[in-house]
């Protein structure tokens, strides 16, 4: 994987997103050696389930070594949704929260200070936000893409028939769509703001509309904020039944963790109070697992 694949997010070049650290590991797998900074892999591996580098082995293992040939690309932070566990690092729309951001989390802002590879020989290019179909720099790529490169994004699905980006897909020879769903109805409306479950629907049936779609997953980060949601998620999800539904856990914030302790949960719930209070929602009606004192 080192040897053909490359992750750009703005500032740093990986092996791959999963990837801990800096620096160039290829010459420890030569030797045999399993590099540190490939912990997440390691583990899974140890543990008898598939990781990502064995996932990409099996897809891409007849590739010379010679050159990168595919990428996975943080182009642009524009989003048109301000998800609860996201904040304005990763999505332009958070930034008119991003006060409440800086009190609680406080990360980086992203920028663009490593400049894109040549793509023209690129077998498969995934484009990671922000949200693709809103950003005009993943547009003027694609438009630009030799239209035999496989295309994958990630995408909230709160898109339009109009979308300029959804017509060029269609261009493709090959497409792969990651939807990510994180509740239920209101539960997705409240924790994916300011998201439209109908809106939302109406997107799943655009992206299933592609002659081209391969791959079209449903991916859940659970939380605090929606693990009691889990199987109304799960359920929703099955009529959609050629579709695989991944299910990852949320880490940062530490307090949206389902591991915090009520420490962290008090500061949840402030930062609820302080986001329903900014965007006139109710967390306490919508979300009321996240108001249940554990320590009783």
Same mark, same amino acid.
């Given at each position: ?37 490939? $912990? ?5 591996e ?19 070594l ?7 690309? $943080? ?51 995934s ?14 790529l694609?438009?630009?893409?030799s ?37 239920y ?79 962290? $949960?008090?500061?949840?719930?402030l ?26």
């Amino acid at each position: 994987m080192p040897f053909t694949h490359s992750f750009i997010d703005g500032e740093t070049i990986k092996p791959c997103c999963l990837f801990e650290g800096e620096g160039d590991v290829r010459e420890e797998f030569l030797a045999g050696i399993k590099p540190k900074g490939c $912990r997440p892999c390691w583990e899974k591996e140890d543990r008898d389930e598939w990781s990502s580098r064995q996932w990409y082995n099996l897809r891409y293992s007849k590739l010379p070594l010679d050159k990168v040939r595919t990428f996975d690309l $943080r182009i642009d932070d524009v989003c048109n949704l301000k998800c609860v566990m996201c904040g304005p690092d990763q999505s332009t729309k958070w930034r008119e929260d991003a006060d409440i951001f800086d009190e609680f989390v406080g990360r980086p802002r992203w920028s663009r200070k490593v400049e894109l590879p040549d793509l023209t020989d690129a077998l498969e290019i995934s484009i990671l936000g922000g949200e693709p179909f809103y950003m005009k720099t993943a547009l003027d790529l694609l438009e630009k893409q030799s239209r035999s490169t496989r295309i994958i994004l990630n995408t909230n699905a709160c898109i339009d028939a109009d979308n300029k980006l959804l017509k060029v897909l269609r261009e493709f020879d090959v497409v792969e769509i990651v939807i990510s769903i994180d509740g239920y109805r209101e539960v997705n409306d409240y924790i994916r703001f300011p998201s439209e479950w109908d809106k939302f629907e109406r997107g799943i049936d655009l992206i299933f509309s592609l002659d081209n779609i391969e791959y079209k997953p449903f991916n859940t980060t659970v939380s605090c904020l929606n693990q009691p949601d889990l199987e109304n998620i799960k359920n929703y999800v099955k009529q959609y039944s050629d579709s695989k539904h991944y299910i990852h856990y949320l880490t940062d914030p530490d307090f949206l963790s389902i591991d915090a302790d009520e420490r962290l $949960r008090q500061k949840m719930r402030l930062y609820l109070s302080r986001l329903d209070e900014r965007r006139n929602t109710d967390s306490k009606k919508v979300l009321p697992w996240c108001w249940t004192d554990h320590s009783e």
